[in-house]
């Protein structure tokens, strides 16, 4: 490793650099330099902190999909009963009623799982979720998050009655839209997720080689500077044990004009 440029120097110096590691000990030892790896240490520190953010995004969208799952096993359901209420050769009023008791129970949990869901007391399946994800560690380095919403109304089964004989009530390709709506959802849920999981990984990397790079510039070569150290010891008993042979004649000197 180089010379370094600045006031770099003396035991004290190569002492301190031998204990630290770091051949920077302040910016005169080299302004440019420090410069440089105050601002990849900054990057690093920003990347870390993006890493965090994208990991706590992950668990938001993990349990959005875990919500989004369970409702879509109660549409499932719903489905198979008007499927089932359909069958009125057999079926009397009275039986489609009690089907229809069963579907107000599923709609009413959906109803409840789009109402309650929440992360950090944030609300995620009633329509009102708003959220961006700073994944990087500059401004603008992410993404917003989208999951939509799963209340009756937006999955267009709030008035959804197989005792009706409305088609616009009763038909069966409602759930079928509303299943197709959930699955959209969890496709989103789960394209963003693998979004979140990429950005920690680029995290991780971009970490890693800055975090080479600073100390390629502020790592002190401990051989060199033990070299050093003991050059500049050498040189200091050197320049004592001439002081002291210079005090000494000039003793001698003095004691002769005497």
């Known amino acids: 490793m180089s010379e370094i440029s600045g006031v770099s120097g003396g035991a004290g110096y190569y002492t301190a650099a031998i204990a630290s ?40 969208l993990n349990v959005a999909d875990g919500a989004t799952d369970k409702i879509a096993d109660s549409l499932s359901r719903i489905r198979t009963l008007a499927v089932q209420a359909k069958n009125t050769a057999v079926l009397t009023d009275d039986d489609r009623q009690k089907i229809q008791d069963e579907v107000d129970q599923l709609k009413q ?17 009633d329509g009102s979720y708003d959220g961006y994800a700073q994944t990087g560690a500059n401004e603008g380095q992410g993404k917003q998050i989208d999951i939509g919403s799963a209340t009756l109304e937006a999955l267009g089964i709030k008035d959804f009655d197989v005792t009706s004989n409305d088609p616009s009530k009763n038909s ?20 963003q997720y693998n979004a979140m999981d990429y950005s920690t990984q680029y995290n991780a990397i971009s970490q890693e080689n800055l975090t080479s790079a600073a100390s390629r510039i502020e790592d002190a070569d401990i051989a060199e500077m033990a070299s050093k150290l003991s050059k500049e010891n050498l040189l200091q008993t050197y320049q004592m044990m001439m002081q002291k042979k210079q005090q000494e004649e000039e003793s001698k000197r003095f004691g002769a004009l005497f």
Not at 29 to 56: F, M, P, T, Y
Not at 175 to 189: F, H, M, V, Y
């Open 21 to 60: 590691g770091n051949r920077l000990q302040s910016a005169a030892d080299g302004a440019a330099e420090s410069a440089i790896v105050e601002k990849e240490n900054a990057q690093v520190n920003g990347l870390a902190q993006g890493q965090r953010n994208a990991e706590d995004v992950k668990s938001l």
């Open 109 to 125: 949990g959906i109803a409840d799982v789009a109402k309650n869901t929440e992360f950090n007391k944030k609300p995620l399946l």
């Open 172 to 191: 069966v390709d409602i759930i079928d839209n509303a299943l197709s709506q959930i699955s959209d959802t969890r496709g989103k849920i789960g394209a």
